[in-house]
């Protein structure tokens, strides 16, 4: 079994800035791709950011304000979020795409963490 935990939401004010974390442990082979989700009250849970290989993807409304990185060696992704709006206000949780053994992959979620960006 794998199990991602996420860390480093909270309370922020407009303009702020948080660095959310989410490091993946258990039955690990190796990790395809990592990404960063986030659902805001009555809204369908959209992709933020994901990462595979050196390569990232955001979306369009997070764009030149938050960077997703990866630290293989720790199994971990983390997502600094800069400028941060309102509008960002969501749980966040990562995911992540491992292959538990040379021919086995499976889709791993983590429990979520809030932030809340509010003055």
């Known amino acids: 079994q794998v199990q991602l935990v996420e860390s480093g939401g909270g309370l922020v004010q407009p303009g702020g800035s948080l660095r959310l974390s989410c490091a993946a442990s258990?039955?690990?082979?190796?990790?395809?791709?990592m990404g960063w989700f986030r659902q805001a009250p009555g809204k369908q849970r959209e992709l933020v950011a994901a990462i595979t290989g050196g390569n990232a993807n955001y979306a369009n409304s997070v764009k030149g304000r938050f960077t997703i990185s990866r630290d293989n060696a720790k199994n971990t992704v983390y997502l600094q979020m800069n400028s941060l709006k309102a509008e960002d206000t969501a749980i966040y949780s990562c995911?992540?795409?491992?292959?538990?053994?040379?021919?086995?992959?499976?889709?791993?979620w983590g429990q979520g963490t809030q932030v809340t960006v509010s003055s």
């Open positions: 258990g039955n690990i082979f190796r990790i395809f791709a």
């Open positions: 995911n992540a795409d491992v292959y538990t053994s040379i021919n086995t992959k499976n889709i791993y």
